[in-house]
């Protein structure tokens, strides 16, 4: 199983900012890399697509909850993605997730449109 390669996660008081990092090994063949999203999930809720960006164009689209405070990008090579993270609130706490795929703009904040995942990173914003 290949695996996406997340950093960047820690803990930060609300009001202030995070950015996450999003690497695609080489072992995945970049042709199959079209979409490539951010996840969170919290205790007890279902997990979240908050931003995501087709590689082949850098069109995006965020969830409302992150609308704004939120910024998803690619590098050159676009085989590495960032979620810049402004404005912290406590209710962004989660663990963050990215995935990346073959996926429909119709479906970029389905989880189950994903093939590959990280194993996640721990946002805690704290009040």
């Known amino acids: 199983q290949v695996h996406l390669t997340e950093s960047g996660g820690g803990s930060v008081q609300a009001g202030g900012s995070l950015r996450l990092s999003c690497a695609v090994p080489e072992l995945i063949v970049s042709s199959s890399v079209w979409c490539m999203t951010w996840f969170r999930q919290a205790p007890g809720k279902e997990r979240e697509g908050i931003a995501t960006?087709?590689?082949?164009?850098?069109?995006?689209f965020y969830a409302d909850s992150v609308k704004g405070r939120f910024t998803i990008s690619q590098d050159n090579g676009k085989r590495t993605v960032s979620l810049q993270m402004n404005s912290l609130k406590p209710e962004d706490t989660a663990m963050y997730y990215c995935?990346?795929?073959?996926?429909?703009?119709?479906?970029?904040?389905?989880?189950?449109?994903?093939?590959?995942w990280g194993q996640g990173t721990q946002v805690t914003v704290s009040s």
């Open positions: 960006i087709f590689t082949d164009g850098g069109s995006t």
């Open positions: 995935a990346a795929g073959w996926v429909h703009s119709s479906a970029w904040s389905r989880p189950e449109a994903y093939r590959f």
